[in-house]
């Protein structure tokens, strides 16, 4: 019998993709600490990877975790396969491992916990990425390399 915990604590670059913004949370390499990051204004793909790279080595991120934002029922919708595909070129583009993360009402906790708005400022987006990061600490599933 396989017993999962929850994951192992490490340096994890949460995402909140969006189709103007992406939101980002990072911890500290034991899980302790969750904080936003500032959030990534969308440019095209090569441009998202080319800045975030500087960040996931500074900040020493040995994986990414990314929300899906599943519907209501818990099927995929068109922004949730939007996030599925732009999660794996992340992964794939920056070589690192991947999980997902159900992140259904994020931004609307976010909102309520925190008292943010959807301003523009993807603030907001971040606060939700904070959420998902501490949901994978809490829950797992441990990230591994997409397909190629």
Request: aromatic fraction near 4%.
């Amino acid at each position: 019998m396989v017993i999962h915990g929850p994951p192992h604590p490490r340096s994890v670059l949460a995402v909140d993709v969006g189709r103007r913004r992406i939101g980002l949370a990072g911890c500290d390499p034991l899980g302790i600490s969750v904080r936003p990051l500032p959030p990534l204004r969308r440019k095209d793909r090569a441009t998202d990877v080319a800045r975030l790279r500087p960040l996931c080595l500074d900040r020493g991120v040995a994986a990414l975790v990314v929300g899906l934002p599943l519907l209501p029922n818990g099927k995929e919708g068109s922004q949730c396969r939007h996030s599925r595909r732009y999660g794996l070129t992340l992964a794939r583009d920056l070589a690192l491992p991947l999980a997902w993360v159900d992140e259904r009402y994020t931004s609307w906790a976010a909102e309520e916990t925190t008292g943010l708005r959807a301003d523009g400022s993807g603030r907001l987006d971040s606060a939700a990425a904070v959420l998902i990061l501490r949901q994978w600490l809490a829950e797992g599933p441990e990230p591994s390399f997409p397909d190629h």
